[in-house]
Nanobody
Framework: QVQLVESGGGLVQAGGSLRLSCAAS????????MGWFRQAPGKEREFVAG????????NYADSVKGRFTISRDNAKNTVYLQMNSLKPEDTAVYYC????????????????????WGQGTQATVSS
């Protein structure tokens, strides 16, 4: 069982930055691939970024490549999402999720691959 708690959301102007954090409970955090998803009003939840067990492999949605960076600190049971050059279209509730995977290089992107989810944190970008 893994419990996830996101933090770091808020209101920022376009071009600004936010750093989201996701704190995980459980002693097996390092065996899970982690991902960030987001859901804007009236839209479906979408994949944003993912990271492998060790942090050596990452994957990003095309819409955030070059602007967002996912990282993890297994000693702190925490995964981060650094969001730079934010745009109004980045406004959404951001969710952290954990996936049990068999390969240390695998970074899932489909939401059904993620077993555990946090409650979400709101990020709002004003124009």
């Amino acid at each position: 069982q893994v419990q996830l708690v996101e933090s770091g959301g808020g209101l920022v102007q376009a071009g600004g930055s936010l750093r989201l954090s996701c704190a995980a409970s459980g002693r097996t955090f390092s065996s899970y691939a982690m991902g960030w998803f987001r859901q804007a009003p009236g839209k479906e939840r979408e994949f944003v970024a993912g990271i492998s067990w060790s942090g050596g492999f990452t994957n990003y949605a095309d819409s955030v490549k070059g602007r967002f960076t996912i990282s993890r600190d297994n000693a702190k049971n925490t995964v981060y999402l650094q969001m730079n050059s934010l745009k109004p279209e980045d406004t959404a509730v951001y969710y952290c999720a954990a996936a049990q995977v068999l390969s240390g290089t695998h970074v899932p992107q489909r939401s059904y691959a993620f077993k555990y989810w946090g409650q979400g944190t709101q990020a709002t970008v004003s124009s």
